[in-house]
């Protein structure tokens, strides 16, 4: 069984650092990417960040580039997200999701179908 536990969120001031992990069992690490999605109150859900777990390959969204930092570990089967230079906007329920449509590579764009998702974690930013 597949299971994606996500961590670490909290009440942060703006400009402050927090540290999400996702914990990831049940599938062969090397063929998947995970993705970092969040979902502020009354927006789509947004894709901001994605790793290739074979090649160590990233992407981010505009949102979070230079702010956020993806990071993988294979002996703990867990991928971090570092977000420092919090916002109010970043506000969200913060989900890991994992894809194995690409080969542990990450995909050229972001996309939403996922095999396999997490059920969150939330992270208040206060201005």
């Known amino acids: 069984e597949v299971q994606l536990v996500e961590s670490g969120g909290g009440l942060v001031q703006a400009g402050g650092s927090l540290r999400l992990s996702c914990a990831a069992s049940?599938?062969?690490?090397?063929?998947?990417?995970i993705t970092w999605f969040r979902q502020a109150p009354e927006k789509e859900r947004e894709a901001i960040a994605c790793?290739?777990?074979?090649?160590?390959?990233?992407m981010y969204a505009d949102s979070v580039k230079g702010r956020f930092t993806i990071s993988s570990d294979s002996a703990k089967r867990t991928v971090d997200l570092q977000m420092n230079s919090l916002k109010p906007e970043d506000t969200a329920v913060y989900y890991c999701a994992a894809d194995g449509s690409w080969a542990g590579t990450v995909p050229a764009e972001f996309y939403n179908n996922m095999d396999y998702w997490g059920k969150g974690t939330l992270v208040t930013v206060s201005s």
């Open positions: 049940g599938f062969t690490w090397h063929d998947y990417a």
């Open positions: 790793i290739g777990l074979e090649d160590g390959s990233t």
